[in-house]
C-alpha cells in the first residue's frame, strides 16, 4: 500500500485526541465485568498496531478489537449533543469509548473502504460502532443504546494496513476513495432499519472491507 498517493480530501479531519484504556469494570445485570470502554486522553502519541492500539485493554476480543475493528474513530463535533443529554456526567474526550477523537469527522463523507494517511499509520474505512451493554452501563442507562442509533452518528473503525504513531494535530490525507461502496452513515441506518436499502445491501456484502461474517449477516436480508 505504500505506493498510494495521498490525495487533497473534501473535509478536513483532525485528531483532537488520543485515547486509550486502562482495565476497568462496569455491572451489566448485577455482574461485574472487566472492560477496555473507560478510555481516557493520553499525552503522547498512540502506535496502531494491525489487531488494537498499542497499550489499550480489549477485553472481549469477539466485539472489539481485531483486524476489522483495529481502532475507534468518534467525532468531536458530536460531543456537544451527547453533554447537552448527559451533563450529569464527568465529559472529557475518550468519553465515547473512542481511541481517536477527530474533528470534522461526518460518517455521511466516510465510505467503506475509503484509504488515509494519518501520522505514520495507513487506514482503511470498514464499519460503524454498534451500541452495546457495556456502553450502557458506563453512561448509566440502558436508553442510550436506542438514542445511539436514532443520533445516527456512530464514528468507524477502522483497519490498519500500515502500522504506525499518531498523535494530536495530526489532520488525515486521502490515499484512495473507495469504489462501489456505501457511507458509514448509510452502513449504520442499514443495520439498524427493518426495511433495508437492497441497492445498499448488495454493495455491502461484497465489500471485501467488512469481515466475511457482517457479510454472512446482511446478505440474510437480500430479497430473491
Excluded at 495521498?6 to 445485570?29: D, M, R, Y
Aim: proline residues 4%.
Amino acid at each position: 500500500m505504500s505506493n498510494l498517493v495521498a490525495q487533497k480530501s473534501t473535509h478536513t479531519l483532525k485528531i483532537l485526541s488520543t485515547n486509550i484504556a486502562k482495565p476497568g469494570f462496569v455491572t451489566i445485570n448485577g455482574k461485574t465485568q472487566r472492560t477496555g470502554i473507560h478510555k481516557k486522553p493520553t499525552t503522547q502519541p498512540i502506535y496502531l498496531e494491525k489487531e488494537n492500539v498499542r497499550g489499550d485493554e480489549v477485553t472481549n476480543r469477539k466485539v472489539h478489537g481485531g483486524i476489522y475493528k483495529a481502532c475507534y474513530l468518534f467525532s468531536a463535533d458530536n460531543y456537544p449533543y451527547w453533554k447537552n443529554l448527559y451533563p450529569q456526567l464527568n465529559w472529557e474526550y475518550g468519553m465515547l469509548g473512542e481511541n481517536l477523537t477527530v474533528e470534522g469527522l461526518d460518517e455521511t463523507q466516510l465510505h467503506v473502504g475509503d484509504i488515509y494517511k494519518v501520522g505514520d499509520a495507513l487506514i482503511q474505512i470498514t464499519q460503524p460502532r454498534e451500541p452495546c451493554t457495556t456502553f450502557a452501563a458506563k453512561m448509566g442507562t440502558l436508553g442510550i443504546m436506542q438514542q445511539f442509533a436514532n443520533h445516527g452518528k456512530p464514528g468507524t473503525y477502522v483497519r490498519v494496513l500500515e502500522q504506525g504513531n499518531v498523535t494530536v494535530g495530526d489532520t488525515f490525507e486521502l490515499v484512495e476513495k473507495a469504489k462501489n461502496s456505501i457511507s458509514i452513515a448509510d452502513f449504520f441506518r442499514l443495520i439498524f432499519d427493518r426495511e433495508k436499502n437492497q441497492e445498499h445491501l448488495q454493495l455491502i456484502i461484497n465489500n471485501e472491507a467488512i469481515p466475511l461474517y457482517k457479510s454472512v449477516q446482511l446478505a440474510r436480508f437480500l430479497k430473491k
